[in-house]
């Protein structure tokens, strides 16, 4: 008999009252809630938390929670002028992370713990919107998979997620060579020649067509990211000044972590979204 199960629970760590799902699959845990459908925690081990959460994150009040996997959609960042047509005062990232969803699946097996969350689009401001975003959690003793689908419309998309590190000093992702977006720098265009990014100043870099498949490595593990749908990844790391500014992060926060996030950014398609990251963890470096 396996212990894979999924579990209501009232809050997670310091957020009271959030309406949370826990799941397991042997030693593997992970935590998501219907608020935002947004992953809180991934621990493959018992001890190892992969996931970022910022300590001071708060979800009441409409607001959006500070680390984790926040989903942004149907726009991503500031609302591009096809999505705001009116030129009317809209969140960044989209209208999803503060509104709850629906779960309307959940399956638990000898191999796979799974749940599934849907919301359906009010009014968007704009036309040819897509319907309704479904995010699918899938958890093995292996990985966590995370997908969003939806159907037809102009939208943009992005796995917005945290992970967690010893010292944002002694951090690398890779393989990252090629074309980037630096939007520390206006969002001038910049080619890589190294496979590697380290951390050692403010990042904001939207990489272009980036691979299927990303490694996260510091001084003692690595976690492999793998991507599909996608059409960048958004590295990001607000540095000093701008993590003293950020009300709901610590002022040394960004030590702690860096974001890796898996995105379909282009303005040009409306084919259905299919968007999907996979986290796994690799161990101990020797």
């Given at each position: ?13 310091h ?35 992969l996931?970022?959460?910022s ?35 809209l969140?960044?990232?989209?209208v999803?992370?503060?509104?709850f ?7 638990v ?75 520390v ?13 380290k ?5 904001d ?56 996030e898996t995105?379909?950014l ?21």
């Amino acid at each position: 008999m396996s212990n894979n199960s999924i579990t209501e629970q009232s809050g997670f760590a310091h957020l009271t009252d959030l309406p949370c799902y826990v799941l397991q699959c042997g030693q593997a845990t992970a935590v998501i809630s219907s608020y935002g459908a947004h992953l809180l925690s991934y621990k493959p081990e018992a001890e190892v938390e992969l996931i970022y959460l910022s300590p001071e994150a708060v979800w009441q009040n409409n607001t959006p929670i500070r680390g984790g996997v926040p989903v942004c959609w149907p726009w991503f960042g500031p609302a591009a002028a096809e999505f705001n047509p009116k030129a009317q005062k809209l969140p960044n990232h989209g209208v999803v992370r503060t509104e709850f969803w629906q779960v309307i699946q959940q399956s638990v097996t000898e191999t796979e713990v799974r749940i599934e969350f849907r919301i359906a689009t009010k009014e968007l401001p704009y036309t040819n919107a897509p319907s309704y975003l479904s995010l699918t959690l899938q958890l093995t003793e292996a990985a966590l998979i995370l997908t969003l689908n939806s159907d037809q419309g102009v939208q943009q998309a992005a796995l917005h997620s945290y992970f967690t590190v010893d010292s944002v000093h002694q951090v690398s992702v890779s393989t990252l060579a090629g074309a980037y977006l630096d939007k520390v720098k206006a969002g001038e265009r910049f080619d890589q020649q190294h496979p590697e990014l380290k951390f050692t100043a403010e990042v904001d870099r939207v990489y272009l067509d980036t691979a299927d498949e990303l490694t996260l490595e510091q001084a003692k593990n690595a976690v492999q990211i793998a991507q599909q749908g996608h059409d960048a990844s958004v590295l990001w790391n607000p540095w000093i000044e701008k993590a003293a500014a950020l009300k709901d992060l610590p002022d040394d926060g960004y030590l702690d972590f860096v974001c890796v996030e898996t995105a379909r950014l282009s303005l040009t398609t409306s084919a259905p979204l299919h968007l999907v990251q996979q986290i796994r963890y690799l161990g101990q470096l020797e």
